[in-house]
Nanobody, 120 residues
Framework: QLQASGGGLVQAGGSLRLSCLAS????????MGWFRQAPGKEREFVAA????????SYADSVKGRFTISRDNAKNTVYVQMNSLKPEDTAVYYC???????????????WGQGTLVTVSS
């Protein structure tokens, strides 16, 4: 089970940190990812991190502004979002996968989503 939190309303240029707490499985065995879905759009990849944090990947649209990290001792994955833009407005989902991946199809467990709204 994955529980995402940390969303909210922020002005353009601001920052937010999303958290995703995992339970019910050995967290350190899994690659983790963040995806987002804006109103009227398909879900898209945001960032991914390998089981030990050694490999990370980002969508071009967030590269240099977002940082994904994880704390296996706390069963938690984070995404630090800086320099937010109105186009970052979306529901953000965390997800878990047996393998490191950027594809939503490879993730078998999903959190409930947390809403991020960036005002201009």
């Amino acid at each position: 089970q994955l529980q995402a939190s940390g969303g909210g309303l922020v002005q353009a240029g601001g920052s937010l940190r999303l958290s995703c707490l995992a339970s019910g499985r050995t967290f350190s065995n899994y690659g983790m990812g963040w995806f987002r879905q804006a109103p009227g759009k398909e879900r898209e990849f945001v960032a991914a991190i390998s089981w030990n944090g050694g490999i990370t990947s980002y969508a071009d649209s967030v590269k240099g502004r977002f940082t994904i990290s994880r704390d296996n001792a706390k069963n938690t994955v984070y995404v630090q979002m800086n320099s937010l833009k109105p186009e970052d407005t979306a529901v953000y989902y965390c997800a878990a996968t047996w393998a490191y991946s950027r594809s939503a199809a490879d993730f078998d467990s999903w959190g409930q989503g947390t809403l991020v709204t960036v005002s201009s």
